[in-house]
């Protein structure tokens, strides 16, 4: 069995990046889900997806689909969580639907993922792109709904700092107990 990890952070933080390296340098990974609800409302002309009732439902759902799919080695890390997603119904001041609370309260029992959860720090700007309209303001404020949702379920977060990427991916190498690997296209 697969030991899992959840790494998070607020949106520009640099948490999609460091999962990449980790895809690229072996590590088995699941996707975030949110970017893609957003993208695929956009295909559909639906410009800020964010404000339709069933936002929050389809990324839980995206997710869990995402999480079920079995473990291809012995560890795997997770680009955000269930958490997350609850975080993101606070911020937004969307309900949180009663199927988020159950599957967050099952995944918790389970304790499918560790409980040292990786938490990307704000690197201090943002990089808009059509899924992320975010200012730095406004997610440093998701910031906190974040790290306040995960301590309120009982996880311990270990920051990873804003260093460059070479060195937060090895700071993610070591806590997730792999050490450090070589470097795969400069990263």
Known sequence: MARE???????????????????A????VVEEAATDVIALDQGRGIDESWRRPEFI????RLQLQRAARPATGNVRVSDRSLVCTLALAEYLGHP???????SIASMVASAQY???VLFVD????????EARR??????RRFERFHIAAYERLGFEL???????????VAMVRSLIGLGIAPMVNGV
């Open 158 to 168: 270990v920051r990873i700092p804003a260093l460059p990427l070479e060195e937060r």
């Open 114 to 116: 560790e409980r040292r």
């Open 5 to 23: 990890f959840i790494l998070t952070g607020a949106p520009g933080a640099g948490k999609t990046v460091i999962v990449r390296a980790l895809e």
């Open 25 to 28: 340098g072996g590590i088995d």
């Open 122 to 129: 704000l690197l201090g700007f943002i990089t808009r792109t």
């Open 57 to 60: 439902d389809d990324i839980a």
């Open 134 to 139: 975010i200012s730095l303001d406004e997610s």
């Open 96 to 102: 949180v639907p009663d199927a988020l609370i159950e």
